[in-house]
């Protein structure tokens, strides 16, 4: 099956994303138990946001993962769990303002909390969404630093979305090297990583030698550079998905996308059955192949969405049509 085809070098081919997908949606086998269809942690929701995590992590489970976990402030957790019962909902992460009277110790004994609380749950989860609705907060971001170390240390692959880039643009050791990481930058956070790695402005006449080099600079790291076309690349290829979306650039979407990458991403680590072995999908890194697949899926919802809703499409609408989007490429039975 030739469902990704690409060039190397400046060009870049359009995936062949419906093929994706069909091919690494797991079917609906009912020996199959509780968990094997994907755990997602979402590390997100703080003071100012709540919807983003949600977001992020409800997708997850509407596209079909099993279980799907949020990690954020005390504040946030109240506000998200009252969206939804779906969540499994974790109050551990901190901000400097609620610790305001606390010295270096005694926020070091708040940071090895947070840590442990997170090693208790952290080998169960198939990926981990780093950064929707994180906040920018100093002391919780240096906790998510550790957060992330310790995913990379148990090979846990890491989607780095909205404040999470802007941490990792800051500290990009964190992921430098680590295929299992992916990026998801919008216009803004792509233009901030670019400047940081590449030491130069956006070149909007070389759009895939500089994701490219972008990529292999950081050590061959996914990057998914959304935008009118999605564009992705492992550094070794730049791929592209233009399925038609809306038009309607509502908040939440990059959200969305970043919960469903770390689903298709888990399922493209599981395909490993000897026909998908001979394919040219199965020699595709799955990073990527979570790329393609949720961008074209968020695409799709996008569309459906819009058709009904119209200039009222809101990221809810398109979130209630990922199910029905995916049906259509990979029924259920
Ligand atoms: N409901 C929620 O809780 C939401 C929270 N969000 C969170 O908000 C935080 C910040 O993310 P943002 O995406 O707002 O931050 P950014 O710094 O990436 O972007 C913010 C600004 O960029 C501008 N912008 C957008 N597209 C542009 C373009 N093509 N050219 C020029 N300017 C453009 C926007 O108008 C906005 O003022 C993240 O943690 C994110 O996850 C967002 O995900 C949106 C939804
Ligand atoms: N100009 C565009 N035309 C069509 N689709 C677009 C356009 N810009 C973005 N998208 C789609 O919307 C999705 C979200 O991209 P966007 O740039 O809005 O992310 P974001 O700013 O991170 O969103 P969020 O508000 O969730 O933080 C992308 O996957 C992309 O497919
Ligand atoms: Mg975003």
Redesign the pocket.
């Known amino acids: 099956m030739e469902a990704v085809k690409c060039l190397s070098g400046g060009a870049s081919l359009e995936a062949n994303a419906e093929s994706v997908l069909r091919a690494i949606t797991p079917s609906l086998d009912p020996t199959r138990h509780k968990g094997q269809a994907g755990k997602i942690a979402v590390i997100g929701g703080c003071r100012e946001y709540t919807g ?1 995590p949600y ?1 992020a992590a409800i997708s997850a489970l509407k596209i079909g993962a099993d279980l799907s976990h949020v990690f954020c402030t005390e504040g946030a957790a109240t506000v998200i769990k009252s969206y939804s019962p779906e969540l499994i909902v974790h109050p551990i992460l901190e901000e400097s303002y609620n610790i305001s009277g606390v010295n270096d110790e005694g926020k070091r004994d708040i940071s090895k909390k947070i840590l442990s609380e997170f090693d208790k749950w952290m080998e169960r989860f198939d990926c981990l969404v780093v950064g ?1 609705g994180l906040g920018r907060d100093p002391f919780l971001l240096e906790c998510v630093s550790k957060i992330m170390t310790r995913a990379r240390q148990s090979n846990v692959p890491i989607v780095v ?2 404040d999470g880039l802007f941490l990792v643009t800051n500290s990009i050791e964190l992921v430098s090297g680590y295929r299992l990481a992916v990026l ?6 792509y233009k901030r990583l670019v400047q940081k790695v590449l030491g130069c402005d956006v070149n909007d006449q070389n759009t895939h030698g500089e994701l490219l080099s972008l990529s292999k600079q950081i050590g061959n790291v996914t990057i ?1 550079r ?5 564009l992705i690349s492992d550094g070794e290829k730049v791929q592209s ?1 233009s399925i ?4 309607r ?10 919960g469903s990458v770390a689903v298709f991403l888990s399922w493209a680590r599981q395909c490993n059955s000897a026909a998908e072995r001979e394919s040219t999908i199965s020699r595709t890194n799955p990073t990527v192949l979570g790329c393609i697949a ?2 074209a899926l ?2 799709k919802a ?1 569309a459906l969405a819009f058709e009904h809703k119209k200039r009222s499409t809101l ?1 809810t609408d398109i979130i209630e049509h990922l199910g029905q989007s995916l049906e259509a490429i990979s029924p259920a039975s």
């Open positions: 983003a977001f929707p979305d909205g998801t930058p919008n216009v803004n956070e998914l959304k935008g009118k076309s999605d998905v038609y979306g809306s038009p650039r509502c908040g939440g979407q990059g959200d969305i996308l970043s949720g961008s968020l695409r996008a990221t």
